[in-house]
């Protein structure tokens, strides 16, 4: 897969190796939510993750914002308002700072969320802000806006029994004339209302950040770390009664568009004209669907049996 650091990174003292989207991720921090690395390549490490200390601000940031800066090498702060920092270097390095030591884990939600983002721009590959799910033996990605029930949706799915390949970010290649997918890891952060609607008790589940009814939920399943052809995608909407229609590409182009994670970060690096490209033909080549449905979660069964039906 695409997305080689740029040179040799300096191994941390390390915890363990992990898969994430095709990368080899070594970290000096713990990461329970990823499967571990079994592949006898004794290679580098692709992403190298270690706590240290992270300047609260960049010189010569190409971003005026607060919380987040990207210098002209590609590097990349981010700042959490609650305490959190994070480096992400061009060469694969990405330092972690818990300025706030009251909350040690909640870092790994943003890793796997807005850092993956960040470290797929800075490798050229393509983020959609998207739940991914194998459904009846193909791959199909949902995306939507924030809140607007992609991974409410990839539950209900995966409770019918489908695969589960990503959340909130999916990872596709454009590589050797295929669009790929490579899975992340089978599990979903879903809000406690999803839950009680779906029958699920939080006893044992752990709380994505203390302060939030927001739980990590893993799915059942075997894993599967091999890449994945792009199928569909369907980009969700709301309304009063449940609709499937397919877009023409001059329609689906702007959706799929809207629905890069973290877009600042891609114009911040000047890459906006790959990944228009990209864009373009992601919608030349996979069929791109629009569903509207209620935000009911006793709507969602009739919405998952309607993409069984049409799309799968």
């Known amino acids: 897969m695409r997305g080689k650091p740029k040179h040799d990174t300096r191994n941390p003292v390390m915890v363990e190796d992990y898969f994430l989207c095709g990368w080899r991720v070594r970290s000096a921090l713990p990461?329970?939510?990823?499967?571990?690395?079994?592949?006898?390549?004794?290679?580098?490490?692709?992403?190298?993750?270690?706590?240290?200390?992270?300047?609260?601000?960049?010189?010569?940031?190409?971003?005026?914002?607060?919380?987040?800066?990207?210098?002209?090498?590609?590097?990349?702060?981010?700042?959490?308002?609650?305490?959190?920092?994070?480096?992400?270097?061009?060469?694969?390095?990405?330092?972690?700072?818990?300025?706030?030591?009251?909350?040690?884990?909640?870092?790994?939600?943003?890793?796997?969320?807005?850092?993956?983002?960040?470290?797929?721009?800075?490798?050229?590959?393509?983020?959609?802000?998207?739940?991914?799910?194998?459904?009846?033996?193909?791959?199909?990605?949902?995306?939507?806006?924030?809140?607007?029930?992609?991974s409410t949706l990839a539950h209900a799915l995966g409770r019918r029994g489908h695969r589960l390949v990503s959340d909130d970010v999916t990872v596709i290649c454009d590589e050797d004339n295929r669009l790929e997918i490579s899975p992340a890891f089978p599990r979903l952060n879903l809000w406690r209302s999803a839950l009680d609607a779906a029958g699920v008790g939080v006893s044992g589940l752990r709380r994505v950040r203390p302060q939030i009814e927001k739980y990590d939920v893993p799915l059942p399943g075997s894993v599967d770390i091999a890449s994945l052809p792009l199928d569909a995608i369907v980009i969700l909407g709301e309304a009063s009664a449940s609709d499937l229609t397919k877009l023409a590409p001059t329609a689906a182009l702007p959706a799929v568009q809207a629905h890069i994670a973290q877009r600042q970060v891609a114009a911040a690096l000047g890459n906006q004209r790959r990944l228009f490209a990209t864009t373009a033909r992601i919608v030349s080549t996979v069929p791109v669907y629009r569903l509207q449905r209620p935000k009911r979660f006793e709507d969602l069964e009739e919405v998952a049996a309607l993409i069984e039906r049409e799309i799968a």
């Open 31 to 150: 990461l329970p939510e990823l499967i571990r690395w079994r592949s006898a390549d004794d290679g580098p490490p692709d992403i190298v993750v270690e706590e240290g200390a992270v300047p609260e601000t960049l010189e010569r940031s190409l971003t005026p914002g607060r919380y987040l800066m990207v210098d002209p090498a590609g590097t990349i702060l981010l700042r959490i308002a609650d305490g959190l920092r994070f480096l992400i270097q061009d060469d694969g390095r990405v330092t972690v700072d818990r300025v706030d030591r009251e909350d040690p884990d909640s870092w790994r939600l943003f890793f796997l969320g807005t850092v993956l983002g960040y470290l797929c721009h800075q490798r050229g590959l393509f983020p959609l802000h998207a739940a991914t799910l194998r459904v009846d033996g193909r791959t199909l990605a949902i995306a939507g806006a924030q809140g607007s029930g992609k």
